[in-house]
């Protein structure tokens, strides 16, 4: 066959025309074949070690600086879009950021109270003091112990003995069981008598010069502690993390000078939903600044793990004083409030300066779960994560906070060994009830269904998270949209509304309906659910949960919660 | 026909072969779709960026550079602010040296001057933190120029066209010492030796050219002077700096012995009373001010006009010029609701009302004069750094003030 006669009547430039177009169409068609679904989803680790960061630098931050530019300049991207580094669960995958843990097994009460900590307290009596605490505003000194290793003591403040070392310890924990990166730290005594000060100790004078360490230092920094009745100074003592510091991450953006950090901190889902934690918490010091970027590993494979860092002023606690009231309740510098109370010469009044603090404890500070109210929950300024923080991030959060029980949470505030009767109880007693708060608020936001299971024999199973955490009622009637999922193309066929199936009694293992026989031939499968709750109006929109054939076995591989094809009834 | 064919064959090459091209490029897996992002970056990576501003505020923050340099505990620092009421903006060099004769001791120093040609130096040597910080003693020598103090003449009844200006300098060298029995007490005493020079010509607009030496006493002949002084200051503010509740309640005792003629030796005493009532979860704040200051002289002495009482200026009768009024004794009353706006802003409207007197019984709430005002406070919850006001309705007009420091 000639070319003339495939293409009569055409010229030789027309015909060149007509193969590139084709060739360009094919080159599409065959982007747009990327599967929506990889053979290695859902990923449950994202190796973002597997670049060489060893180029990156130290970077300092000013707190003013952070302060006007959060303040001022709105920084980050604030495009209302899904988490970027979740994974086909909605769920985030073990990182440098991140290590899955409450949320994918269960922890022990010990495990979870024992949070980073590798050992039991140390004594420190003979472990030299080596350089004054370089930054920060709580009083303190580094240590280095006889293996080498250095470690930091910060001072409870003197009208409130252990109130910020108990918030350290307490926060770390925490942080520590939800999956964050934080360093080891443990509430030690001082003895200013068995105090050592290493000969090359440092520290640096009102005017800047580095000098010399003396005892006259060291017991002026002692005299801005609390001193405990027996003469000796309550402290945390943080070990410092393996690796090289590298300052800190913020909270929008990426490290430039990291090869791995692909993903725009504003849009990563754990800083995101870590708004969840910090208003729990009451860590209204989460900002960049409070955070810690580490490079570890052999020359040529290095890393850098990022750290949630100094816990000091979450809970009652400010670090040097008792957490102010306006914390957790509004932004130092809020223009609506401001100019409500400026131009009523006061009259107007915020509603969190009449909120009642208990007092019965100094080392407790100001902290309550009565006024609060985690939507409204805020921190020192804005924080680009949180601000971008969706429902499904909320949920994301809410669900592992569900998993702290009571018990547990009364293990962690054991762990503070608070020395004034009824302090302890108050601070459990509150973070239960702000963690019922928090999960009334955050874990009804969405369609709240949870681990999905499509059986042999096409039997699908899943949670209500909401319901199984005792926050809502038993749900009244689950609606399921069944499909085939063509995972080349992303396109759906073959929706079978399957009818209404009445909602069990919420316990476990859930709502369970049956697959449309026809449809278990398909490699892949979805099924949206759509959940009938009177209190949740929310939650008839969608849940769409994707099955891949494995062998023969169903696999999930995909929940979306923000899925717009299927049409809410 | 042969060109064609060519043609066509690299054509239908390049079209079966274009898909392979993509798939090149197309990752397989989520793994290598991450990686693939990775090392995209990898191939422009450039270090941490920050601006000018921010590497600034950091060096700052890092070397503690504003309180090394504004107000440190040691070495050399510039003295910012107001010498003393009416010389405008002032600056100078300042030095600390803390810690001498085994930590007992601290000393400091300082000479500014400013725009309107005041100056002063100031040098004293204290003991702060003697018998368990409960005693403090220092001795202290000062001396300074005030070129341009305002003088309306004596009495309540004195004329704002009247104003004119006179230079007041002296050399004060002496000592002090406080005992505090308890946080809140301070029992102090002291003896000064003044000498004390009147300048009531230099200037067209000076004292002399409108008022004759008997408005003025003292203009012509300025004895040195012997001052002591004893104090009792009762202080439970609370915060010290920036008072949300408590009160403070003094009284000062001083006698000036003219040491040359007697005739101008004569008492003053001055009582200075504060209350703040807490409102709102301390919030805001009524702050209430009573303070009266008499002066009794020796039997045929006077009292040398620029060491009689005065009001008017930014720290008392806000409406009105600085020593606007003058005489023998003197009655302030002041009343400020303050608000909190945000964590470094205050609000306050301000009512003051004044009187001096020749007689102390004429010290009475009529004929007072008055203004109002409102302002702003900036600072921390411990301390007013800034306060900018505006005082209206006084017979002087409206004033704008913006002063370091709170006003009481």
Redesign the interface.
Known sequence: MS?RRWLPNTS?KT??YV??L??AA??LT??SA?PAY????P?QV???R??DAG?A?P???????DFA?HTFLKPGDHRPIRAVNV?TLDEVADSSWFTNRIGRQMMSIDEIARGPNAADAPGIDDWPIVEEKS?GITPGYRVRSPEGRLYQLKLDPPGNPEMASSAEVIGAAFYHAIGYNVVQGYIVDIDPAKIVIDPAATTV????RKRTMTR?DIDKLLARGAKLPNGKYRATLSRFADGRPL?YFKYYG?????????HPHEHRRELRGSRVFAAWLNHDDSRGLNSLDMLEGPAGRQFIRHYMFDFGSIMGSGSTMPQV??AGNEY???WG??FK??AT??LY?RPW??VDYWEGAKSVGRFEGDFFDPVKWRPEYPNPAFENMTPEDAFWGARLVSKFSNEAIRAVVAKARYSEPGAADHIADTLIKRRDKVLRAWLTGVNPLVNARLSNDGVLTFENAAVDAGIAKPVAEYRYTWSRFDNATGEISQSIEAGSVAGTDGKLPGSRAEAPKMLLDAPFIRVSVRTIHPDYPAWSAPVTFTFRRAGTQWETVGLDRTDKSVVRK | MAH??V??FI??A??MC??L???AQ??????E???Q???E??RK??????NR???T??D??????F??LLN????LYPKIGNITTGSGFSVGPGYRHAGMFG?HADFSTFAAASFSKYWMIDARLQFPRLANNHVAVEVHGQRYDFPKEDFFGLGPDSNRDDEVIYGLANTVLGGSGTVRPTGWLNLSAGVDHLQPTIDATAEPDSLLSRFDPSQAPGVLVQPDFLRYSAMVDVNMRVPRGNPRRGGRYAVTYQRYDDTDTDFYSFNRVDIDLQQYVPL??D??VLALRARAAMTDADTGAVVPFYYQPTLGGPDDLRGFRHFRFRDRNALLLQAE?R?????A?D?A?FYDAGKVASRREDLDLRDLESDYGIGFRFGTINGVFLRIEGAFGSSAGAHFIMRFGHVF
């Open positions: 070319s030789l015909r060149l193969v590139t084709a060739c094919l080159a065959t982007r990327t990889f053979p290695d989803d990923l994202d190796n973002d597997a670049l180029k630098r970077v300092d931050g000013s707190n003013a600086y530019e994974n930054s004078d009102m005017r800047g006259d300052g990426t490290r430039p000078d990291d090869p791995n950090d692909i009231p306006r130092i510098l809020e409030p401001a109370t400026l010469l006061g009044v300066i009449l | 064609a064919t043609v066509w054509a239908v390049i079209c274009a898909p091209f993509v798939y197309e990752p397989a897996t989520r793994a779709t991450l990686q992002q990775r090392e970056k990898a990576l450039a270090p941490p960026a920050q501003l921010e590497r505020l950091k700052l923050e890092s070397g503690r550079l309180e090394r440190p505990a040691e070495g930590g709102v979860r919030r805001r609701y608000w909190e706006i945000f964590t802003v609000g409207i």
